[in-house]
């Protein structure tokens, strides 16, 4: 396993993850107040998302919000996808919300000041409140001033739904989204003490496979497609894909055996008994299996809160996987301008 001073590594957000939740719940949820009162004076209708990487499957876990539990059409894109199929209706009853922690993503940058352009109403979500190129063109900006990004985008994007779901008709279920949200700085203070241990075994149980599929549903999927893509192919270098586990069973169970590692994200939703099928198939086969269920950690909240309960194990599990490889995860091979892309 590589030496290394954990406190050093840009990957490993848990030491300051509970101080920034909260510096945004307090800080940051007031401004967003002001953005939610003019998206009500220009009522708007329907709310794209742009982003890539990590901060496009926290904008799809929120779109599951306006999806499930209202009328207003919503839609997540990449960048280049906004640019390219850029969706028809694009005016001044539309919210464009742009997300990017460094603010210098190009194509969601482009995104958003095409949007505004169109008369679109614009935020930019990103760390710094000013001195971005995302924060220059968007017509409101939130600066989370925060490094555990997975945190900050959920709530930043989950607080807006919520709150624009619920000022035209409320909602039961959203309301208890919100006042769990509140619960959460304790839950994730005793979750970052108490599931580094266990994480690190299986971190290291993991290491040894040379690749691995990641299956999960429902409000986990965008956060199964965050660990099993982007974390493992460019922070731990491990080979690996993500399987919806309500298409488990057309096709990625005939290349289940002994020797196929899987990752499955559990969930206390509806669609847990979807997941649950998928693992007990995979079981008969293959012993190469974790489980990372929300009822081993901390299930009395809202499902929709799952993912960023989830994170927190699946955050050590990454990190110890791939310095169990001898890997640092914040070294690159391409990423960051190293090789012109």
Not at 45 to 62: E, H, I, K
Request: glycine residues 6%.
């Amino acid at each position: 396993m590589l030496d290394i001073d954990k406190s050093t590594v840009d990957f490993l957000v848990t030491e300051n993850m509970v101080s920034e939740v909260e510096s945004l719940m307090e800080k940051g949820f007031p401004i967003l107040d002001k953005i939610i009162d003019k998206m009500i004076e220009r009522k708007i209708d329907r709310v794209y998302f742009v982003a890539c990487g990590s901060p496009l499957c926290a904008c799809q876990t929120a779109k599951i919000l306006f999806d499930k539990y209202s009328d207003i059409p919503s839609a997540a894109f990449s960048g280049f996808d906004f640019l390219d199929h850029t969706p028809f209706k694009l005016d001044d009853r539309t919210m464009v919300i742009g997300v990017s922690a460094s603010g210098e993503t190009v194509e969601v940058v482009d995104s958003i000041t095409f949007a505004r352009n169109k008369g679109a109403l614009t935020l930019a979500v990103t760390r710094d409140q000013s001195g971005s190129s995302l924060a220059s063109v968007a017509e409101y900006v939130i600066g989370y001033g925060g490094e555990s990004i997975w945190e900050m985008h959920l709530l930043v994007n989950y607080y807006i739904a919520c709150n624009y779901i619920n000022s035209i008709k409320e909602h039961e279920e959203i309301t208890e989204i919100l006042t769990d949200m509140k619960k959460l700085p304790a839950i994730l203070a005793d979750l970052v003490i108490s599931t580094e241990e266990k994480s690190k075994e299986l971190g290291m149980k993991a290491s040894k496979w040379p690749f691995i599929y990641t299956v999960s549903a429902g409000p986990l999927l965008p956060l199964a497609y965050k660990e099993g893509i982007i974390t493992m192919l460019e922070f731990t270098w491990t080979h690996g894909s993500m399987l919806n586990a309500a298409e488990f069973r057309h096709g990625p169970l005939e290349v289940v055996e002994e020797g196929v590692p899987y990752v499955f994200m559990l969930g206390n939703d509806k669609s847990r008994h979807t997941v649950e099928r998928a693992i007990r198939f995979v079981k008969k086969f293959t012993e190469d299996v974790i489980v990372f269920d929300i009822e081993d950690y901390y299930s009395e909240l809202h499902p929709m809160l799952t993912p960023m309960i989830l994170f927190v194990p699946l955050e050590y599990f990454y990190y110890y996987l791939s310095i169990s490889k001898d890997h640092n995860p914040d070294d690159r091979r391409y990423y960051g301008g190293i090789v012109e892309y």
